[in-house]
């Protein structure tokens, strides 16, 4: 079973750049189509960043694609989040999410457990 | 595409029969998953492509619609089901979320 596990800092500075990364285990990160990005920010809903397919094509959404990058290593299982040019807004629970079914009948599951980044002085 | 879920919150009571809605700016065909989410927990999928149960959830979750009108309906509520709701539009990208429904004990 597929189990995903965010890492990175928890505080950032404004102006700073998140960096994140997600360790996939149980699996192959090439056992799936998509791996993604969700955040949320305190008290708010779900917002999709973008997504990386195993091979290393990306999609971001259009609000943040100017700032973020997402990308994949193979080698160490894991995918990753750069997030640059950080304000209070991007204060959220981060959750690194995998890809199940076949586009357009997918649907994000697994999920990581989320990590909470505050950008803060 | 745009999600808007109804209502926001809702008062419910164990053993209630209770119903999301959810509307797509454009027709989705029946691209259309719910989550669950209970506080400080990941979200979890229960239902995919509009009515398919995701395995290991209580047949007490159903989904149904297409196009661009959607519904969740919890047929006899349990404790465990008050969390927050959303669906999410697997259509196209950028893949977008309803604001969620929050399912609180009345």
């Known amino acids: 079973q597929v189990q995903l596990q965010e890492s990175g800092p928890g505080l950032v500075k404004p102006s700073g750049t998140l960096s994140l990364t997600c360790a996939v285990s149980g699996g192959s990160i090439s056992s799936r189509n998509w791996w993604s990005w969700v955040r949320q920010p305190p008290g708010k809903g779900l917002e999709w960043i973008g997504e990386i397919y195993h091979s290393g094509s990306t999609d971001y959404s259009p609000s943040l694609k100017s700032r973020v990058t997402i990308s994949v290593d193979k080698s160490k299982n894991q995918f990753s989040l750069k997030l640059i040019s950080v304000t209070a807004a991007d204060t959220a629970v981060y959750y690194c999410?995998?890809?199940?079914?076949?586009?357009?009948?997918?649907?994000?599951?697994?999920w990581g457990q989320g990590t909470l980044v505050t950008v803060s002085s | 595409i745009q999600m808007t879920q109804s209502p926001s919150s809702l008062s419910a009571s164990v053993g209630d029969r209770v119903t999301i809605t959810c509307r797509a700016s454009?027709?989705?065909?029946?691209?259309l998953n719910w989550y669950q989410q209970k506080p400080g927990k990941a979200p979890k999928v229960l239902i995919f492509?509009?009515?398919s149960l995701q395995s290991g959830v209580p047949s007490r979750f159903s989904g149904s619609g297409s196009g661009t009108d959607f519904s969740l309906t919890i047929s006899g509520l349990q404790p465990e089901d008050f969390a927050t709701y959303y669906c999410q539009q697997s259509y196209n990208t950028p893949r977008t979320f309803g604001g969620g429904t929050k399912v609180e004990i009345k």
């Open positions: 454009q027709s989705i065909s029946t691209y």
């Open positions: 999410v995998g890809d199940s079914g076949h586009p357009p009948e997918n649907w994000f599951d697994p």
């Open positions: 492509d509009a009515s």
